[in-house]
């Protein structure tokens, strides 16, 4: 069985964008992108919020044709646009680049798309998405990429909750910029 893992990258106080959706605060670099770019491109998919596929489909589907992207970008930029997706979305009508559109998070539904031949497991990012993912307890794994950054205030990843998720460190990483991945497997009861 696939497993899904959520995917983030996070300032130290737990944001994932600052206000006005900044992001410029995130610190990627060459050895992190290709880190990028090493996992992504083992992955079966790419779960997505509505949100983060539109960030993502505003420049990746196209980055690798401009001769002043870096290396590192436009072999993200291939991998992104092969790699399938599905964005969830209740008003999104058509989605490009190997993508498939899904109304809502049914845990059936995704249950089955776990089911389905593959070993790289499915990569999920969006922190409405993954709220939802997180309540129906569909996630097998997180992989919080910290930056070494106080935002303050903007949109946090995980929402306020009653529910208790058990983790497991199954290991971490620090990149040369600071950025610290600590991945956890999630304890399924």
């Known amino acids: 069985m696939r497993k899904i893992v959520l995917m ?32 992504v491109g083992q992955l ?17 589907p196209t980055a690798d044709a401009d001769p002043e ?8 930029a291939r ?19 190997n993508t498939t559109v899904v109304r809502e998070v049914v845990p059936e539904e995704v249950r089955a798309l776990k089911d389905q031949p593959g070993s790289g497991g499915l990569g999920l990012s969006g922190s409405d998405l993954a709220a939802a993912f997180l309540r129906h307890d569909l996630v097998d ?3 919080l990429y910290v930056h070494p950054v106080l935002v303050g205030r903007g949109k946090p990843l995980f929402p306020h909750s009653d ?13 040369g910029n600071g950025v ?10």
Not at 24 to 36: G, I, K, P, T
């Open 163 to 175: 529910t208790i998720t058990a983790l497991h460190l199954a290991g971490s990483h620090a990149f």
């Open 8 to 39: 983030m990258s996070v300032s130290l106080d737990g944001f994932i964008e600052g206000p006005d959706r900044d992001i410029s605060w995130h610190r990627v670099d060459d050895e992190l992108h290709q880190h990028f770019n090493d996992t």
């Open 141 to 143: 794994e997180i992989r």
């Open 79 to 97: 991998i992104w646009r092969d790699i399938p997706k599905y964005v969830y979305s209740r008003t999104l009508r058509q989605a490009g680049w």
């Open 44 to 60: 079966d998919g790419l779960l997505h919020g509505r949100v983060t596929y539109d960030l993502m489909a505003e420049y990746w």
């Open 69 to 76: 992207t870096p290396a590192v970008a436009a072999e993200f």
């Open 180 to 189: 610290v991945l600590l991945h956890y497997d999630v304890a399924h009861d």
